[in-house]
């Protein structure tokens, strides 16, 4: 019987025995780099646990503009000083008399410090490269002058862009065949989340020295840098934005304090997206507060700015030439107009955006065909895939932008009923396009009726500069309008600057000759009681200049205003003025 005992005990040691060996081996072994469900890495944990160390650089790719500048972040030349130098002689009266402080201001902070530090803190002591070859000549153990990377609280055309952030099991969805480095920064929201692939880091750049229970240098006072080997990793991210055209016009939003809407320049000729502004401006430690809606790729209530597509599909149709005149001292319904203009062709009808004009139109189109005012908002490139679409890599029809879905009706009825289609007419009801759309369906009226897809990416390339896949400027597939009716709306949005009877008369004294289209949509919604003088608006203006050699695209968008007040052609004049000031300077 004590025998039995005895067996069956040593059973049970052998078996507890066997358990604890396995879940070593399945610790030191088979998952150091991703334990648990978690996908903890191991080794990345039990170092971090006996060294301090300084990130210079946290390995993920960045994003500049189309000349190379760096758009999120910033490098700087400073001084990093490391704790274990409170606890030895080490010349710092040299290094003070270099970057002309006093010696105890330097001593002081390296006493305070509870890591690696960079002198100055947030506001680091910027150094000049005399400076770093000088301090870095007197080989001081935990002294460094170095150039770090600091991420921009600021980041230019933000919202396009987009932000990071770290969740790890994201990250393991993601890339389940990496292990290292799953605590990093993900890709959320605009670019950021569409390139994450080609951004996404595989090692920090760091200083890093092994301390004890206490804090102290275990193995001495040798800091280590530790960086990526490969050369020409992580990749970098070259988009379309000129960034002084970009601040310029986040200046111009700002001064008009638009809180709602925003600007977007393309350049005609590259199909690109130069300047992207939307408001409310992000906030950066807390981006989706309120300000990481792109207003820029959203589809909005367009107002008049649509009663373009209507008079390109009425030419193409052959419903309209400039014999014809309309009713405009009428509205849609027959009754007075607001503003009587008389009897008036379709050329003075775009000038004075008479709405009669366009209700009537769009109820022949749809009575011809049901389809028609969508088929034409695509042939114009108003909606439909507007922006850069392709196979890279592994990737089918691969999109730069997250753009959202424009729409003409909501509904087969809405197009059976003479009401619904006469609002449509003029851009109200169900109508909702994006102000990248417009943007594009004015660079398509501007080239005579080529239609492109728009890009806010150029190309990924390699840290060295050089580039690893080129996005080339591609046609949107399908018809386009006639060049006659391009070249026919080209006139009559010319006129809406400069004829005597234009809405944007205002526009005449811009630096550049303009022709476009105003709208001034009505959102059904209101500020406080439900009156007229609350109503909300969407204001617009959408151009290009100059108008004899058309180089830029320019639309902006005031949304949720009231009639009297944020009003569009200042915003837009600056904007074009900033745009000539910058190409003039």
Known sequence: MKRKRIRLFSIVLLLAFCAL??????????????????????????????????????????????NGVPLTFTEKNVLVLFPFLDQMEWPVEKVADILHVPASTIQSKVKEANGPIIFGGKEPFRLSEEQMKEINSLEIQGVFALTKKFKSSDVPASQLIGVTGENTNEFHERYPDRVKGANQKIGVSGLQENFDEWLVAEEEAKLIYHVDARGGPLFGVDVKYLAPANPFYPLNVKTTIDADMQLALEEVADTYHIQKGGLLLLDIEKSEILASVSRPAMKSRDPFSGGATN??????????????????AAMDEGLVDETRLFPCDEDIRGGAAEKPHGNINIKSSIAVSCNRTFADLAKELTEKDDHLLDEYAEKI???????????????????????SDGRIFVSNDERKDSNYVSQTGIGQREVRVTPLGIANMMA???????????????????????????????????????????MKLQQYLRGVVNSSEGTA??????????????????????????????????????????????????????????????GIYPIFKDGVDAIYRLENQ
Do not use: C
Request: glycine share 8%; proline share 3%; hydrophobic share 35%.
């Open 21 to 66: 060996s396995g879940r070593l081996m399945q610790l030191q072994l088979f998952q150091t780099e991703s334990y648990s469900d978690h996908k903890i890495n191991l080794l990345e944990e039990s170092v971090t646990q006996r060294t301090q160390q300084l990130v210079i650089d946290e390995g993920r790719g960045e994003f500049l503009d189309r």
């Open 295 to 312: 207003y820029m790729l959203k589809a909005l209530i367009p107002g008049s700015v649509f009663k373009t597509v209507v008079a390109a």
């Open 381 to 403: 490139g108003l909606i439909g895939d507007i922006s850069w679409k392709g196979d890279v890599f592994h990737y089918e029809d691969f999109p730069q932008l997250q753009v």
């Open 444 to 486: 398509t009226i501007a080239r005579g009726g080529e239609k492109f897809q728009v890009s806010a990416v150029s190309s990924v390339q390699y840290q060295n500069g050089s580039n690893m896949f080129s996005f080339p400027k591609q046609k949107i597939e399908g018809e386009t309008i006639t060049p006659y009716t391009a």
């Open 505 to 566: 008369t205002y526009l005449q004294t811009a630096a550049y000759t303009i022709a476009g289209k105003t709208g001034t949509a009505q959102t059904g919604n209101y500020r406080g009681e439900k009156v007229k003088a609350n109503e909300l608006y969407n204001k617009w203006f959408a151009g290009y200049f100059p108008f004899e050699h058309p180089k830029y695209v320019l639309v902006a968008v005031n949304m949720d205003v009231t009639i009297n007040e944020g």
